[in-house]
């Protein structure tokens, strides 16, 4: 059973001084990450159609920023979507992150999601199969880079042939690389290729479409990983977000207040594996158990909600 520890996902900041400020506030509160996002969005029809907030910061950027505004805060993001990057010139990227944050990177990817995005961005959004056939692609040229060998890649989405990659990463023999999804083929490379396993937030309904409560799917997902990974499965961590965080003596009444608004009933909500409302003792007994059914011994919350979260980290980081 992996260890516990925690991250929060940065998405807002309208000055340097803020975002500098989050990251040592981040680092200082003892938390292990600060991740960021791959969106590009801003305020508009795009964003309101795909139900995304409107995205402040770029994440190479925001990223290099935070590691050079503290000392033992590792920088990711939550996740790239490979959709979006050269390959090669995104590996090379991130080597320099991991070389000038002395070895605190943490590499997120995913095969992207957002139809609305890619077309807002004027990229083609392929279908499910041939988005996954480039994120195995782009994970297999980003392990190539990091080696520092000569590099033959010749895929049909990525391609880097005749050098070798440079800088090789402080991190050895590579950075982490932690991979997202929902589905059963991406969580099954996952298990196969990464260091993290990243299980994307499970459905709000109380009988999803394929006839599982929250529950059993988030327990349904944990198990295609555990299968996928096999004699790896040990050394592999489970990634997770709680969505909705609440500390809070009255939990029943805050997930009614939060059931309305999602028109959800709220035994669903006070269940649900990506919603945490109860007190500090209370959250950690369930973030404990659901470690057990679940499998997620790394869990990132929202910046609004660090500061708050903070007492929860502190109780079970590295237990």
């Given amino acids: 059973m992996q260890l516990f520890r925690f991250a929060v996902q940065g998405t807002r900041a309208t000055s340097a001084g803020e975002w500098r400020d989050l990251a040592r506030s981040v680092q200082d509160l003892g938390y292990t990450t600060l991740f960021v996002a791959d969106h590009y969005l801003g305020p508009g029809p795009a964003a309101r159609e795909s139900r995304m907030p409107?995205?402040?910061?770029?994440?190479?950027?925001?990223?290099?920023?935070?590691?050079?505004?503290?000392?033992?805060?590792?920088?990711?993001?939550?996740?790239?979507?490979?959709?979006?990057?050269?390959?090669?010139?995104?590996?090379?990227?991130?080597?320099?992150?991991?070389?000038?944050?002395?070895?605190?990177?943490?590499?997120?990817i995913g095969a992207g999601w957002s139809e609305r995005e890619f077309t807002a961005l004027g990229l083609p959004f392929a279908p499910a199969p041939r988005r996954v056939d480039q994120l195995e692609e782009v994970v297999a040229l980003v392990k190539a880079h990091w080696s520092g060998e000569p590099l033959d890649v010749r895929g049909e989405f990525a391609t880097a042939v005749d050098f070798a990659g440079l800088p090789i990463p402080v991190q050895r023999p590579r950075p982490p690389i932690m991979i997202g999804g929902s589905r059963r083929r991406v969580l099954s490379f996952a298990a196969?290729?990464?260091?993290?396993?990243?299980?994307?937030?499970?459905p709000f309904d109380e009988v999803n479409g394929v006839g599982?409560?929250?529950?059993?799917?988030?327990?349904?997902?944990?198990?295609?990983?555990?299968?996928?990974?096999?004699?790896?499965?040990?050394?592999?961590?489970?990634?997770?977000s709680p969505f909705f965080v609440r500390i809070t003596d009255a939990p029943e009444a805050a997930a009614a207040k939060l059931a309305e608004a999602l028109h959800t009933p709220p035994a669903v909500l006070l269940?649900?594996?990506?919603?945490?409302?109860?007190?500090?003792?209370?959250?950690?007994?369930?973030?404990?158990?659901?470690?057990e059914v679940f499998g997620p011994n790394y869990i990132t919350v929202q910046q609004s909600e660090a500061e708050r979260f903070a007492p929860v980290a502190a109780r079970l980081a590295g237990k």
Wanted: proline fraction near 5%.
């Fill in 212 to 240: 599982r409560t929250p529950p059993e799917e988030a327990a349904h997902r944990f198990g295609v990983v555990r299968e996928a990974a096999g004699e790896r499965f040990g050394e592999l961590e489970i990634e997770s």
């Fill in 54 to 108: 409107p995205q402040h910061l770029a994440p190479i950027t925001a990223m290099a920023m935070a590691a050079a505004s503290t000392e033992t805060l590792r920088v990711g993001c939550r996740v790239f979507c490979a959709g979006y990057h050269v390959p090669a010139v995104l590996a090379k990227e991130m080597a320099t992150l991991d070389l000038l944050s002395d070895g605190r990177l943490e590499f997120g």
């Fill in 271 to 291: 269940d649900h594996p990506n919603v945490l409302i109860g007190t500090v003792d209370e959250i950690v007994d369930r973030l404990q158990e659901r470690r």
């Fill in 192 to 202: 196969r290729a990464a260091d993290i396993v990243s299980i994307a937030n499970v």
